[in-house]
């Protein structure tokens, strides 16, 4: 158990929806990163925030959107969904960015997308 | 741009050696990385190395770096079939406080008896 959770473990929608995807991350830990792992582009950085603020963006499409509230936890909200948005989510989070700043993975949220 | 590229799989007899390579394209790179993710779980982190170290061994893990190349392996000695994983480079982008970390593909192993 990394100590990294995530909200709901499987999802299930239609094209065209939004969903909100959650995370809270290890105790003590400011910084919080968005992945996206599909079978035809491997594993993806999406965003990172540390505390409270966007630090990095990586492949994000527009459609999508995080944020990281006061008490560290972090949302990724997906909207007009396609067909190809369905992948496996993860959150993951460390303490700070000095030193080798060991990520912790939760355990993903499955998204399907019909 | 950073590119990390591994082969997708990995078949190997139980009781030999492991061996996963990686090519990344960032020759200033601070950290590179082995994770795991085993199957329906979240990656691990399984070891690390630093740029200006050549090997760094844990147990039945040997980490070799070539700077030089750019190419990074792992070695996993005597692997059993709970080594059965999905295995990810990884490389750290350099002078970034945003510890953006470009991943590989993974490379799926699996153990034969």
């Known amino acids: 158990d990394s100590g990294v959770t995530q909200t709901p473990k499987h999802l299930i929608t239609a094209t065209g929806q939004r969903v909100t995807l959650r995370c809270s991350p290890r105790s003590g830990d400011l910084s919080v990163y968005w992945y996206q792992q599909s079978l035809d582009q491997g594993l993806q950085f999406l965003i990172q925030?540390?505390?409270?603020?966007?630090?990095a963006k990586g492949n994000i499409l527009e459609r999508f959107s995080a944020q990281q509230f006061p008490d560290l936890h972090s949302e990724l909200n997906l909207s007009s969904l396609e067909l190809g948005d369905s992948a496996l989510y993860f959150c993951?989070?460390?303490?700070?960015?000095?030193?080798?700043?060991?990520?912790?993975f939760g355990p993903g949220t499955r998204l399907t997308v019909l | 741009g950073e590119d990390v590229e591994q082969s997708l799989f990995l078949s190997v007899r139980e009781g030999d050696s492991s061996v996963i390579n990686c090519t990344y394209t960032d020759s200033s790179s601070t950290y590179l990385y082995w994770y795991k993710q085993e199957p329906g779980a979240g990656l691990q982190l399984l070891t690390y190395?630093?740029?200006?170290?050549d090997m760094k061994q844990d147990q039945r893990l040997t980490v070799l770096l070539n700077k030089k190349d750019k190419h990074l392996s792992l070695r996993i000695a005597d692997t059993q079939t709970g080594d059965s994983a999905i295995y990810f480079c990884?490389?750290?982008?350099?002078?970034?406080?945003?510890?953006?970390?470009?991943f590989g593909s993974g490379t799926r192993l699996s153990i034969r008896p």
């Open positions: 190395i630093f740029s200006n170290m």
């Open positions: 990884a490389e750290r982008e350099t002078g970034s406080s945003a510890s953006k970390i470009i």
């Open positions: 993951a989070s460390s303490s700070s960015g000095a030193g080798h700043n060991e990520q912790f």
């Open positions: 925030y540390y505390n409270g603020e966007e630090r």
